[in-house]
């Protein structure tokens, strides 16, 4: 069924290249890095002959293939990029994702459905989609296969014919096939401007097939065999300048409310207004995820409760981030929280989150240098795809000083709680209270973006803290009712 | 908003269950099981103010909730139990699942969506399902909230009035009370049939809100307290007789085929016939699911390959079955198998399978005797369940002799593929050969059911196996084409 590769040059040739193939594909479940293979091209005919001919002659076990086609259900309810991110294959297999990012883009805009505008955000969200996987030490080869217009017409035309071959063409391939008539500058555009080191393009001339096929074997087996035998982790970046000296905790006034009375009563007033109108961001699919952070004992976990307290059960989940399991940690850092994000009209809670990865696994040194430094730019992307699409996000620093802390853990030592029993952990973070504060003071002036500012609160005053919660979350779920 | 449990006999008791409540479940955490809840019964209302109660006494960031209203999407194209079997929660963890299986069946019974016959044997494999989980290890606890009709009626009304209250009341409330007009007689027998010592029901009576309330938390306490405190695992079943002697394997003939030269010509018939007849699946709707067992090097990827060859990529999925993820081993063994299921109109594809608990974890000595001999009836129950959906399941043992594997052994030791380069464990699995042989026999005489028989094939004679493993996938299809 499918074409040979060069049979004039002899079966010798291809014969080595499908042992080089395969033989680096089994390298690759040794290696212990993932790989992500993106085809795409204005000739589905050709890309789908790829992506057998990957099948067969690899091992297609170890191939996780998806297509990409129009989003529908669940997808369309989250940022454009989340099933890409769903999609990522663990560390030694082999994402094969077919049409993707980039054909999903140009059809999009052809279409009229996304701006000019939007095009190039997408296209710069791809752009450091792509740099990340590969700082995250994912191995990307993309493949645009561009056939001439009159020959993807004709050999449509041809395999209709053949009983042999006429159940290739889909209905897709004729609305392919126009709506890519006038996509040439975008087509252009986009690979002009994802075109990187890290993540090129390989043009494929679908003119001829048997050449066609040669070269994405060709290009297959090097890259693969390059990455291989490089046994050196890509260089980190420069250590950028950490924290510019502000210091955002430093002037948190901690003294107590003038009047907890009068908080006590406020409180309850603006709980049962929370509870009514997540109802109604539940009806209106309005999708939230509240992040909290801040001290151990800072009071996160009654925060959230004064929250949820009138909320139906199955509106909300609370998730305590603590470390990631095994098939998260073989892939990217951010995948364990894309795979959480909430369904439309649901509210996410997460207790801790992938702030993490800017404070304890700075200060313990689970991180390289040049991995939490480049996660500041990292999360303000993915929290910008997060709002972009609608969802609602908001994020908590509940602030106390180092004497209420002690305070508290006294408390919780006398208390009948087992929840609440210290840890050699609870003590340890204690000692290193000033590199928390720097990493945090950091965090806040590097993430606290427009689009999804830092709420830093005093809660030496629980009520107080919870108050300023509650309001908040009953703001901004009233914000995001309003918006369009 | 909710009830206090008991304040006359004063806050001393209720705060006491409270604190017993929230350490069983700290105490869970580290005890390394899983907690399945179970909350149902006649009583939306009733059974919400339960859900809520548990959130707001113990810690919701270890809960995991779960509302199994009437089945949609994805869940519709999977066999009855699918979406139970997919939220089971991981070790240390409670899954909580409010309405689930009781209160569905009873709703569909009542809707007369679902025969008698088909009641009962729904009340069967749940039965087995609870059984299935209490041996895994994981501690189930069943609720049902049982209050009369017209306190029901009442309470709506009073909620319904009242502005803190009137957002409990949802239409689904309505149609269930309407739904369970004629129901006691099925429910009684729900509750009389699934009412077993490992799973016993707790029915709670609803009309005085405070008993009902402390009874649940009294013994969700109680029966959390009672299994932490239990060391011993639950006691192994009484060995089973291992095998009748039965000896499908000896009696396969494994000399070669009389005419090489037609096999060829037929399997290139025979595959043409399939790729027309997947396609057709495909569009039907038809899923299925292809189980490859066998020795070593007995052929099972070029079989597989020879089915794969001719269909779209995106139609089936190839799956090699290796040692489970640190997810998978935090849940029942099934489990990995259950998310692995294909929707409609998909292939699934296994290289090797769920059989490894009789095969490889019996012979390896990796499973328990108990455990893989009750894996026998769990694997029956589960292909049952698949077939009954409409699934097309087909079972392949491809067999060779010593010989053969040795020689076959050779050739791979001389091939430039890495692939076939050959391990230790090879040669180990080799040693093992006779312990092999009994439990491949024994699987074929315990699970070769008539709705999901084995197709033991002579493999010695490569193209003579495939031929016949295409021909039985191109039978399969034709009948799952034919079946309404």
Redesign the interface.
Known sequence: ?LRPIEPQSGAAAASALR?DL??A???LLRAGFPVVIVVAGNDRLGM?EL??LM??WM????IQ?H?FEAPA?EEVEHPFMWRYWRALPPRGIIGLY?AAWPLNLIGDRALGLISRKEFDRRLDQISRFERMLTLEGTLVIKFWVQTPRELIRERLRRAKKHP?SN??VEPVDRDLHRILKNAQRDIHRLLACTDTDHAPWHVLDGSDERARNRVFVDVLATTLKRRLSTTTPPPPQEPTDTGDGSDALGGIDLSPAADPADNRRRLDEAR?RV??IT?RARKRGVASVLVFEGWDAAGK?SA??RI???M???DY????VAAP???ERARPYLWRFWRQLPRAGQMLIL?RSWYGRVLVERVEGLARPDEWQRAYDEINDFEAQLTQSGVLLLKFWLHIDRDEQLRRFHQRANT????YKLTEEDLRNRERWDDYVAAANEMIARTGTAHAPWHVLAANDKRQAQLEVVETVRRGLQRALRSP
Request: charged letters at 30%; hydrophobic letters at 35%.
């Open positions: 069924m042992v395969i033989n594909q089994y390298d789908v992506v057998q099948h067969e091992d297609a076990r170890y293939t297509v259900g077919v042999q159940w290739r049962s509870a009514a109802r976990g959230i409760r949820t307290h009138s139906a059960v199955r989940r609370v998730v305590a399991s095994e098939e207790d009948p709680y087992k929840k």
